[in-house]
Structure formats: C-alpha cells, structure tokens
C-alpha cells in the first residue's frame, strides 16, 4: 500500500458507530434505500456504506439521503467471484459511481449465470405445485412479477414473494427446492464468474480499495461436501500478490479467534481493516444495523479519505 492506515484496536469500544456492509433492495436486501437509512439513524450510526452484490444501483440515492442526516458515506459494492468451488466475495469501496460500463463488461456474465440459477429456482417452484409463476418463463418476466431492479434476480426476493403470496415460510421453502447446502451453493458458484484476483482487478479499475469479504465463512460457502482448512490461507496470499488492500475483520460470524487471526495479517501487510454487518433487512433476522465493535468513527474517516484517495 502506498499510504498507510492507523488504526488501533479499541477494546473498550462496546458499540458500533459505522456499518460497511449493508444491502438494499436494489441487490438482494429487503429494504429501500430510505428505509435503509431510517433504521441507520435510529440505530446511531455515523458512518456507512452500501455496498450491494454486482450493482452500483441504490448508491446515489443511499448517499444522498445519508447525506441529509449528516451520516458519512463510502461507496460501496461487494463483488461475486469464484476460487476453486467456494465463493469469494470482493468488497470494494471508494469506487466511481460512474463505471457502469465496467460492470456491464466485466460482470455480464455473472448476471446471466445467476439468472440462469433463479430460473432453475422458478421451475423447481412450478414442478412443486406452487402456481405463482405461471407464464414467468424467462428472467425479464420473473424480473417484473417481482418487481425488481436489480440485473440479478436474487433467491431472497425469489423466496420472500413466494411466502408474501402463499404464506409459505421461507425456511420450509429453502428446504423444499434445495437438496441440500451443497445443492444450493452449486447454483451460486459457477465457473463463468470473475475469479477473486479479476474481482480485486475491477475494484482498482473502478477506482477503489478492494477488501476480502467475511473470510471466516469462506469454507461455508462452496458447491462441496468436503471443508478445506486451508483456502482462507490461500485465497488471502493470493489476493496480497495481488493488489488486495484489506480485510474484513470484524463481522458477526467471525469467532474472537478468527478475527485476532486477521488482525495479525492486517498488521505484518499494513491492509486496511474494515467492519459490517451484511444486514440484508428480514432476509437476515438475527442481524441488526451496525458493525461488530472494533472501529470507530475517526477509523472510519480515515479510512474514507484513503479510500477516496
């Protein structure tokens, strides 16, 4: 890194004060924007960041109502990718809300590959008996019954229009059309996606500082029976051969094990720390607004001035 961070662990932090992983409706959450960032103040927030799965949609207007409650923004996205059968996730942020154009060139086929999932989704509905999408045969259609904006139909909107018209609850559902976590997790990791060194690629190409995901639950996310131990391990010294510029330590499902791990290789590689919650809105019931504790607001200034550096 050409400009180095300080940022200290603050053990006596006993609340969060900023949350950089929060999802909108415009991806896959369940809440708009304005709802979005109601819950963010009620919650005392001061800094924020949006960051929606392969879409830049909802940041303007997430910033600028932010922005009239005097809450700091960092623009955000977090960027699906594939290693070897696990899903890998890129978060970048400070990037240029105009780069469409790279999206659209670099992620086309990542759209379409899980759209090519949601449709497998829908069929697996109708051959259940689940009459709801009858005449929904292609993606733009399903797109429009469910009123989403998003290039990706995600399966949390899939599975919450089902329970809004059958009352269904979604847990049931997910146990209806999955065969198991491995089922699932084959129609999200799929060869045509960037790898995590092309996602980290587009970060910087946007202009922004690219972060490894939630790495602790990196071996719970692939098409696989079998855990690998050490992907963490590789998937990190790969990115850092690679221009990645951090982590994200602090998350709700690191263990205190997992996230004095990160904390360790933050330090000897002078990465950026960041932390958030991946609050989706009701699509994530046990989560709330607002990072595990371990940065506070002046971490999270200076990380917006490096960022936007």
């Not at 932390?275 to 002046?298: C, I, M, R």
Request: proline share 3%.
């Amino acid at each position: 890194m050409d400009k180095k961070i300080s940022i200290k662990k603050n053990e006596k932090l006993n609340r969060s004060y900023v949350d950089m992983h929060l999802h909108s409706r415009s991806s896959d959450g369940s809440l708009s924007e304005e709802d979005l960032v109601n819950i963010v103040v009620k919650n005392g927030l001061k800094g924020v960041s949006l960051t929606n799965h392969d879409t830049l949609l909802g940041q303007s207007k997430f910033i600028e109502l932010a922005s009239k409650k005097d809450i700091k923004v960092i623009t955000g996205i977090e960027i699906s990718s594939v290693y070897k059968n696990y899903a890998v996730h890129i978060l970048g942020y400070g990037v240029n809300l105009f780069s469409e154009s790279l999206l659209n060139e670099h992620l086309k086929p990542t759209w379409e590959t899980l759209n090519d999932s949601a449709m497998v989704v829908v069929r697996r509905v109708k051959k259940l008996g689940i009459g709801i999408f009858e005449g929904a045969n292609n993606i733009k259609k399903v797109r429009k019954l469910i009123n989403s904006h998003s290039p990706v139909v995600s399966f949390n909107s899939l599975f919450h229009f089902i329970h809004s018209k059958t009352n269904l609850p979604v847990s049931h559902l997910w146990n209806l059309v999955f065969k198991s976590r491995s089922d699932f997790w084959r129609l999200m990791v799929k060869p045509e996606m960037l790898s995590p060194v092309e996602a980290v690629g587009l970060v910087k190409k946007m202009g922004g500082k690219s972060v490894l995901a939630h790495p602790g639950t990196i071996c719970l996310r692939g098409n696989t029976t079998e855990f690998d131990e050490n992907i963490v391990s590789d998937i990190i010294s790969l990115l850092l051969e690679n221009g990645l510029n951090g982590i994200e330590v602090y998350y709700p499902r690191h263990t205190k094990k997992q996230m004095e791990l990160y904390q360790s290789i933050v330090k000897k590689y002078n990465l950026i720390v960041t932390a958030g919650s991946d609050f989706h809105g009701s699509y994530t019931p046990k989560l709330s607004v607002g990072a595990p504790p371990g940065l506070d607001f002046e971490d999270f200034l200076r990380l917006k001035d490096f960022c936007e550096s």
